[in-house]
């Protein structure tokens, strides 16, 4: 959610405290701030809105000083003003913060009852606060910080200056991700490694309940109750990865084009090409597993869906599956003998972390299908799948969805040979389609943009859109009604084609386009059903499907995008790109801001 980096450093900090804000601004960027020390005082600069703001505004009234935290932020209490911005100060005492303070409200009445005034109408305040009060009642720093720890209740990564210590940078984690940098005479802490990957790729990863003491030389890290932690100094990969648009106007354009190559690499790692192969190695055992759960958020709830689907077709293997934040609290009976999956593109998402704690404590083998595999969940797992995807720098997922396809398709066929409901000759069926994936994904990507464009532009003017889909383009119309909606605004809808008659058909009229998502595959007959009944009421149908399926259905039809023949177990990743780019193109054509889209963050740790 909010992004935070501190350094302490042996030159001014400021310039390279907002450089790596840039790199975190995809949790947050409501508002921004940042603090440092000069002369033995606290001073900050904030401002509303984007990074670039506060950078106008560092131009003007530069910030010196070697030792620094900057903060940006995606509002969880109180509106996105710059009165509402971190860095809080309070006596002497400055907070950024990461997460939500639970019992703030209690806290705060207690303060106020002791003569408190407040500044802000945040939880985060509560903590400098807090801070201040206990220094103002004669306890040290050191001791100040974890009184206050201990009185804190909920999810939180924590950055603290005391203005009478120019030296220190004071840390917390417990939720939220917190990573910190050793440099050369110098020390950074960022809540990703990608924020400090300009600085170093050395990192230690705070875990939950630690707190540390950063000096320019090293940092002391402690648990909850005081004792004297150790967390191991890791070479982070962070810093391999480019994050630079390259020519493309936004970040999820060069996303979606980079998918034929990040598939590719994803599959290699879990295809044995020479022979044909499913190769997923991992300690977690589908051979004998009664049943299997999954559970994840958003996107990439949508692609463990899709993975349900193929789980219990080709590995006969039921599947349990919910968005996190419903699924952990349903009390779902859980067998021991099962096993869990968890998707997340961030690896931080607060729900899917909690889901995966609860069916962990049931006794359930945990594995993570994570893009980030320096994340809490994937060390909190028991078998890591990464999908190599690289950094997915737009809020909106596209690369990340099908490299995840592309891992549960080769773990679903993997899981169907293990249980005997996959042959050989099947799995060098299956395994040989998803080989030509992406081939098949860079000439689409190749050929489709021009009709693409043409489609965006009806779509641009409208207030309602319809998906629909059967099968595994079910997950898929849900998908491209949520990509529509959270970066364009237009309100979109994605139903199962069955589920049509049954309330939704009550909205079709002229006005209405209805973009139906129907390769010719077993149920392409049903799906052309539900398309006349849209037609017969004046509907407006945008079919994507294939070159069969366009041969065949006999529909008028206001466009029809027609991509390539291709084997059922692809068809979700390759119809991916249309749904992906239409989403994209209608949103460039409403100047809508693509990249930051208003009131999302990409990683969400807070519940
Ligand atoms: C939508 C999108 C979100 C994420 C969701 C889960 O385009 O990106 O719906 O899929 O917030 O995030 P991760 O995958 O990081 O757990």
């Not at 921004?32 to 106008?56: C, D, F, P, Q, S």
Request: charged share 20%; with cysteine.
């Amino acid at each position: 959610m909010c992004g935070i980096v501190g350094i302490v450093g042996n030159q001014p900090v400021s310039e390279r405290l907002v450089n790596a804000l840039r790199r975190l601004e995809y949790r947050g960027y409501d508002s921004a701030g940042v603090a440092t020390i000069e002369g033995g005082a606290l001073r900050r600069r904030r401002a509303e809105g984007k990074l670039v703001n506060l950078e106008t505004k560092l131009k003007e009234e530069p910030l010196p000083g070697a030792i620094g935290i900057a903060h940006t932020r995606w509002a969880t209490h109180g509106a996105p003003t710059e009165r509402n911005a971190h860095p809080h100060f309070t006596d002497g005492v400055a907070v950024v913060h990461n997460g939500i303070i639970e019992n703030f409200a209690e806290i705060k009445d207690e303060l106020i009852a002791t003569g408190a005034e407040f500044q802000t109408e945040t939880d985060t305040e509560v903590v400098a606060q807090l801070v201040a009060k206990y220094r103002r009642d004669g306890m040290g720093r050191w001791q100040a910080m974890h009184a206050m720890l201990k009185r804190v209740r909920g999810a939180y990564a924590l950055a603290v200056l005391f203005e009478d210590d120019p030296s220190t940078i004071m840390a917390a984690r417990n939720g939220p991700p917190l990573a910190i940098g050793h440099g050369n005479g110098e020390m950074f802490l960022g809540s990703d490694a990608i924020a400090l990957a300009p600085f170093t790729n050395e990192i230690t990863y705070l875990i939950d309940g630690d707190w540390a003491v950063i000096g320019t030389t090293g940092v002391h890290i402690f648990d909850i109750d005081g004792n004297i932690a150790t967390r191991p100094r890791q070479v982070s990969m962070a810093a391999a990865y480019l994050v630079d648009k390259g020519n493309h106007r936004h970040f999820m354009e060069k996303e979606i084009y980079e998918q034929p190559e990040v598939v590719a690499h994803a599959l290699g790692q879990y295809v044995n090409f020479i022979d044909n192969r499913a190769a997923p190695s991992s300690n977690i055992d589908f051979a004998k597993m009664p049943s299997l759960a999954i559970s994840a958020c958003g996107t990439a709830y949508l692609a463990g869906l899709i993975g349900k689907y193929w789980f219990e077709r080709y590995a006969r293997l039921p599947v349990e599956i919910d968005v996190a934040s419903e699924f952990r609290y349903r009390e779902i009976p859980l067998s021991p003998q099962s096993a869990a999956l968890f998707i997340s593109q961030s690896g931080e998402t607060a729900d899917t972390l909690a889901s995966l704690r609860y069916c962990k404590e049931h006794g359930l083998k945990i594995g993570a299908v994570v893009n980030t595999r320096e994340s809490t969940i994937a060390r909190e797992s028991d078998a890591v799948f990464p999908i190599l995807a690289g950094p997915e720098i737009g809020v909106a997922s596209t690369k990340a969805f099908t490299c995840q396809l592309a891992v549960l398709a080769a773990l679903a066929i993997g899981a169907g040979r293990a249980r005997g409901t996959v042959n050989e000759e099947e799995e060098q069926v299956l395994v040989r389609s998803l080989a030509e994936m992406p081939r098949i994904m860079g000439q689409v990507l190749n050929s489709i943009q021009p009709k693409i464009e043409l489609l965006s532009r009806e779509l641009s003017k409208c207030r309602d859109v319809l998906y629909l889909g059967r099968g595994t383009s079910f997950p898929l119309a849900m998908e491209g009604a949520l990509k529509l909606k959270e970066i364009s605004y237009i309100h979109a809808e994605g139903y199962a084609a069955g589920e049509l008659k049954h309330g939704p058909i009550a909205l079709i009229d002229e006005n209405m386009p209805v973009i139906v998502i129907a390769p010719h595959d077993r149920f392409f007959d049903k799906t052309v059903s539900n398309m006349q009944e849209v037609a017969a009421r004046g509907g407006r149908i945008i079919l994507i499907t294939d070159g069969r399926g366009a041969a065949v259905s006999k529909l008028d039809t206001m466009h029809t995008i027609v991509l390539p023949d291709v084997d059922e177990i692809i068809a979700p990743m390759i119809f991916s790109l249309p749904v992906q780019l239409l989403a994209y193109h209608t949103a460039v054509l409403l100047g809508a801001d693509v990249d930051q889209p208003r009131n999302l963050a990409k990683s969400v740790t807070v519940e």
